[in-house]
T-cell receptor
C-alpha cells in the first residue's frame, strides 16, 4: 500500500517552461488536494477535488491548472512557470472532506 | 472564504513543560478542525482532530479544545519531549458546504532537553 505518491521529487524549471506534477493515491479516497508550502506561510491550498469529476479553486489558484484524471489521479500543471512558483508542493487525499488527509512526500520545485 | 490564523509562529519550551498553540477561524460554518505535525523534511501527518459538536478531545499527552462561540481552538501538549519538536499546523473546513481544508501558518515547536 503506497498511499499518496507524487512525481517528481525534485524539479528545476526555467522561467516560462511548463510542467505537470503527478499525484496518485491507492486508498480509494474521494477527495484530493494540491498545496504549496513556503517558509512562514504554512500550507496554502491551490486546488482541490471533493470527488471524482469535480475540481475547485483554493486560496492561490492563479498560474495553475488541475485535472482529476480518475478517482486515483490528480495532476497539477504549471503552464508558464515563474520564480514566484518556487515552492514545495504537496498532494493529499482523504476519504471524505472531514476525514484525515494523507500527504505525499512532496515535490521541491525551483524556477530560475 | 475561510481564514485561519495561528499563534505563536515559534515556541520554545523545556522538556516536561506544557505547550499551547492557538488558532482562530473566520467561517462560522466550519465544523471540522484537524491538527497536523510535520517533522523536518517530512510530510504533514494528522495527530488529532475535533468536530464542532465536541468541546474537548484528548489522546494521551495531546488535547484539543474548541470554542465555537469565539471561533478559536487550541492544541495542548503536556509533558513535552524532544521528539515533539516539529512544526504544527491547525486547519478548518466547513465540509458540509463542500468547503476547503484551510491551514494556519504553522508553529515551530522546539523542546529543549
Amino acid at each position: 500500500n503506497a498511499g499518496v505518491t507524487q512525481t517528481p521529487k525534485f524539479q528545476v524549471l526555467k522561467t516560462g517552461q511548463s510542467m505537470t506534477l503527478q499525484c496518485a493515491q491507492d486508498m480509494n479516497h474521494n477527495s484530493m488536494y494540491w498545496y504549496r508550502q513556503d517558509p512562514g506561510m504554512g500550507l496554502r491550498l491551490i486546488y482541490y477535488s471533493a470527488s471524482e469529476g469535480t475540481t475547485d479553486k483554493g486560496e492561490v489558484p492563479n498560474g495553475y491548472n488541475v485535472s482529476r484524471l480518475n478517482k486515483r489521479e490528480f495532476s497539477l500543471r504549471l503552464e508558464s512557470a515563474a520564480p514566484s512558483q518556487t515552492s514545495v508542493y504537496f498532494c493529499a487525499s482523504s476519504l471524505k472532506l472531514d476525514g484525515e488527509a494523507f500527504f505525499g512526500q512532496g515535490t521541491r520545485l525551483t524556477v530560475v | 472564504g475561510e481564514n485561519v490564523e495561528q499563534h505563536p509562529s515559534t515556541l520554545s519550551v523545556q522538556e516536561g513543560d506544557s505547550a499551547v498553540i492557538k488558532c482562530t477561524y473566520s467561517d462560522s460554518a466550519s465544523n471540522y478542525f484537524p491538527w497536523y505535525k510535520q517533522e523536518l523534511g517530512k510530510r504533514p501527518q494528522l495527530i488529532i482532530d475535533i468536530r464542532s459538536n465536541v468541546g474537548e478531545k484528548k489522546d494521551q499527552r495531546i488535547a484539543v479544545t474548541l470554542n465555537k462561540t469565539a471561533k478559536h481552538f487550541s492544541l495542548h501538549i503536556t509533558e513535552t519531549q524532544p521528539e515533539d519538536s516539529a512544526v504544527y499546523f491547525c486547519a478548518a473546513i466547513a465540509y458540509n458546504q463542500g468547503g476547503k481544508l484551510i491551514f494556519g501558518q504553522g508553529t515551530e515547536l522546539s523542546v529543549k532537553p
